[in-house]
């Protein structure tokens, strides 16, 4: 999957974050993280699955639907995402599972991304 033109951006953060949070005596990790901008205003929050399957959250807009999953450390060669036009199915390890979408999605616009334990899979609407 390829680099995103943000990863120094998220790695800066998460170095800022890393020592403002480490002033309480622990250091603590930042594993991934993921901004996702709705249009102008406050939209829906995120609904978490962390069933027996794969953890992942799922959020809405108008024009898109976002999921995210973190990846556990020893599964991080073995990730993917099949993205059609009413659903998105994860394989994460040996782990697999298939999320229905409310929405038909543009599978040729739609894109699915990596980076530093976070899967990042953007499904943009059909008009």
Do not use: W
């Not at 298939?98 to 894109?111: C, P």
């Amino acid at each position: 999957m390829s680099n995103n033109p943000y990863d120094e951006i998220f790695k800066n953060l998460a170095e800022i974050l890393k020592e403002a949070l480490s002033q309480n005596g622990e250091n603590p990790r930042v594993i991934g993280c993921a901004i996702i901008a709705g249009g102008g205003g406050p939209g829906p929050e995120p609904e978490a699955h962390d069933d027996d399957g794969i953890d992942y959250e799922i959020t809405e807009c108008d024009r898109c639907v976002y999921i995210t999953a973190p990846i556990p450390p020893d599964c991080e060669e073995q990730v993917s995402a099949a993205i059609e036009a009413k659903a998105v199915t994860l394989t994460i390890g040996g782990v697999q599972e298939t999320i229905d979408l409310e929405s038909e999605v543009d599978e040729e616009q739609s894109s699915v991304s990596c980076n530093h334990g976070v899967l990042d899979i953007v499904c943009v609407k059909t008009e």
